[in-house]
């Protein structure tokens, strides 16, 4: 089976690639640098020519609001109408959980992103998950102000990028679902806690303290703004594991 990967260099399209290929498909690994760009509309008729599967991995350069937002839209609108002209089965796009009830510039982004998709007339599913563990580093610097980190205590269930790649494989050879699924890290438990945990073992000395007033990239969050409400698929990674395999490759 065809697949192609838009953003398939990126830290969850790698390791998709790596996963499919080694089951034996045909994976094209498609980002600007192999000539490959959904903002422009280079290459990505001829990439998805002969596709039964895209799955959409890309991610735009700048999270500032107005940018992120045409970064999804452009994609969307370049890369969608070229999968319906080739006659691709299924569209798999990573999206996040909670976006259509947690408020910033890069969830109203993705929502934006997943409506096209919706409204395309390709069978899909969409996988929304929690936020990767290796993003915990960025979540702290976005957060701090010096030394202090200050974070609210709303529940947090972040996923191995792992975990998330496994899973958006097994969703793509699987039979399109026309909705959503959830995915979610193995361990649910305050936000502040997380991320405390997350600098002492990685031995950054900032001090998380926690403050109910603190948002996320900008957006009022409350206890369960940012965790799966329903049933969600657990990865198998938790963060005291994820830590052990980063240090080892360091
Ligand atoms: N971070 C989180 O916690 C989180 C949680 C849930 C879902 N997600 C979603 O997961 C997805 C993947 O994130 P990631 O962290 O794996 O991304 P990433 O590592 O930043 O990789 C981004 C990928 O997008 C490609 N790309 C950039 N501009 C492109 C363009 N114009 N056309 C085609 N490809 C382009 C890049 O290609 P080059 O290498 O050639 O630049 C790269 O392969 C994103 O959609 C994100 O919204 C993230």
Do not use: C
């Not at 649910?188 to 073992?201: G, Q, S, T």
């Amino acid at each position: 089976m065809k697949i192609v990967v838009i953003g398939g260099t990126g830290l969850i399209g790698s390791k998709t690639v790596a996963i499919l290929r080694r089951g034996g498909h045909e994976v094209v690994a498609a980002s600007p640098s192999s000539g490959v760009n959904t903002i422009t509309g280079e290459g990505v008729k001829e990439a998805v020519a002969g596709a039964q599967v895209v799955i959409d991995l890309a991610n735009s350069p700048s999270f500032e609001d107005k940018a992120v937002l045409e970064f999804f839209e452009t994609a969307g609108g370049n890369l969608l109408p070229a999968e319906t002209a080739a006659g691709v089965g299924h569209h798999v796009a990573l999206s996040i959980v909670a976006i259509d009830r947690t408020d910033n510039g890069y969830f109203r982004a993705k929502l934006a992103q997943e409506k096209l998709i919706e409204t395309s007339g390709i069978p899909y599913t969409i996988i929304r998950a929690t936020q990767f563990m290796e993003f915990l580093g960025g979540i702290a610097d976005s957060s701090a102000d010096g030394n202090i980190v200050r974070l609210p205590p709303v529940l947090f269930q972040p996923i191995a990028a792992d975990d998330v790649a496994a899973n958006v494989a097994e969703v793509a050879l699987a039979a399109p679902q026309n909705g959503i699924v959830e995915i979610a890290g193995p361990e649910r438990a305050p936000f502040n806690e997380i991320i405390a945990r997350y600098l002492k073992a990685v031995g950054d000395p900032r001090e998380v303290v926690r403050d109910p007033a603190a948002g996320y990239w900008g957006g009022r969050v409350e206890e369960h703004s940012l965790v799966p409400l329903g049933e969600a698929r657990l990865g198998h990674i938790g963060l005291d594991e994820w830590l052990r395999r980063s240090q080892a490759l360091a």
